[in-house]
């Protein structure tokens, strides 16, 4: 089983920025294609960006360019929150699919394991 954990939620101004982490205890969550997707009140979660085992991207059209994603060698996944929105007020996630070597897909169904989420609140 896979356990994921976020963090580097909060509360940020308008026009600020916030970094999200995503991190696994499993030695293979480096070869996992991981998801960020958030999550609006009374909405679906819907996709943000994503990271493949080789570090392909892909993101959601709005964020390019405000929101980055990335991963280091512990495979570790970050998310890079810049020029932030109100309206990006959401909690956040991360998922992961469990089949090793598959890349990124924005579709939530694809993901396997999913953690907690973390709250980002963005301030006018």
């Known amino acids: 089983q896979v356990q994921l954990v976020e963090s580097g939620g909060g509360l940020a101004q308008a026009g600020g920025s916030l970094s999200l982490s995503c991190t696994s205890s499993v030695s293979t969550f480096k070869d996992l294609a991981v998801g960020w997707f958030r999550q609006f009140p009374g909405k679906e979660r819907e996709f943000v960006a994503g990271i493949d085992w080789r570090s392909s991207t892909e993101y959601r059209d709005p964020m390019t360019g405000r929101f980055t994603i990335s991963r280091d060698a512990k495979g570790t996944v970050y998310l890079q929150m810049n020029s932030l929105k109100p309206e990006d007020t959401a909690v956040y996630y991360c998922?992961?699919?469990?089949?090793?070597?598959?890349?990124?897909?924005?579709?939530?169904?694809?993901?396997?394991?999913w953690g907690q989420g973390t709250q980002v609140t963005v301030s006018s």
């Open positions: 998922a992961a699919r469990a089949l090793r070597w598959v890349g990124a897909s924005p579709e939530s169904g694809q993901y396997d394991y």
